[in-house]
């Protein structure tokens, strides 16, 4: 009894030790933990003791909920996760809190305003990219289309000083059309290693796989108002910070986080996601 008392004692001392060491990994693997899954840690905390907790609820603002990152709460807001810490003035970007507020525009800029396309501080979903439903065409506009071997002409997205004029971003058919709920963008056929190019000039704002659903992901800032995102790439070409031109080569297409190869393509006006057809040329 007492050799069988003990085994198992070391067998669940064992067990626990994998599962710490599994938890330890996992943390490091995205450029921003993501803390909220923890809600019996997050239960105990004040969250008037929180940093920015004194904004919560203020324009420009946003309460960290579960299951957020710096990287998607950038994405839904139209920023850099690094401008996001930077006006945050968090010590550590890698460790974020369940509560913990965080200024999504930047200092000086009419938060009242910038604020209203996202809703400061509301709860922010992962986004289905993938397989099942998230892939299924809703409309006749979303069946595959011929694409010319030469890149279309760009046409008009909006008026004003934040216009951007886009270009398709790869050239292959179209396999899935934009749904607000269940597909926020794009999903454009192709071959392992086929060329992805950005849609007009910008800054690479993000380029990594730490947000789920998307692999390996670019996210380009063209101005205050429109982000492109990129995702499934079999490999990226451009580094965070770097400048891009339009038509300029940044990624290769892949399968990463996804169920075949294919470019997932989102245009996003203030962090919302709009559909493409909106800002793409016809072809």
């Given at each position: 009894m007492l050799v069988s008392r003990s085994l198992g004692a070391l067998g669940s001392a064992v067990l626990a030790g994998v599962i710490l060491a599994g938890c330890s990994t996992q943390a490091n693997r995205a450029p921003v933990e993501d803390r909220g899954q923890s809600s019996s840690a997050s239960s105990t905390v004040d969250v008037k003791s929180l940093p920015g907790a004194e904004n919560a609820g203020k324009p420009g603002y946003y309460t960290i909920k579960p299951g957020d990152t710096l990287i998607r709460v950038g994405l839904e807001h139209g920023q850099s996760w690094k401008d996001i810490a930077r006006w945050s003035n968090l010590d550590n970007p890698n460790a974020i809190e369940v509560g913990q507020v965080v200024r999504v525009v930047p200092p000086g800029r009419d938060a009242s305003v910038a604020s209203t396309s996202t809703g400061s501080g509301r709860t922010?979903?992962?986004?289905?990219?993938?397989?099942?439903?998230?892939?299924t065409p809703t409309a006749p506009a979303a069946t595959a289309t011929p694409v010319p071997s030469a890149p279309p002409s760009s046409a008009p997205a909006?008026?004003?000083?934040?216009?951007?004029?886009?270009?398709?971003?790869a050239s292959g058919s179209l396999i899935a059309g934009f749904d607000e709920q269940r597909n926020k963008g794009?999903?454009?056929?192709?071959?392992?290693g086929d060329p992805v190019i950005a849609a007009a000039d910008g800054r690479v704002v993000y380029a990594g796989a730490g947000l789920?659903?998307?692999g390996n992901l670019i996210i380009l800032k063209h101005n205050n108002t429109y982000l492109t995102a990129y995702a499934h790439n079999q490999s990226l070409l451009v580094k965070e910070d770097q400048s891009v031109k339009k038509?300029?080569?940044?990624?290769?297409?892949?399968?990463t986080d996804a169920d075949r190869v294919k470019l997932h393509f989102e245009v996003r006006r203030?962090?919302?996601p709009v559909d493409p057809s909106r800002y793409l040329p016809s072809r």
């Open positions: 922010v979903a992962p986004v289905v990219v993938g397989g099942g439903a998230a892939t909006a008026s004003g000083a934040d216009a951007v004029n886009f270009i398709w971003p794009y999903d454009i056929s192709g071959k392992a789920r659903g998307y038509g300029q080569k940044i990624a290769e297409m892949g399968s203030q962090g919302k």
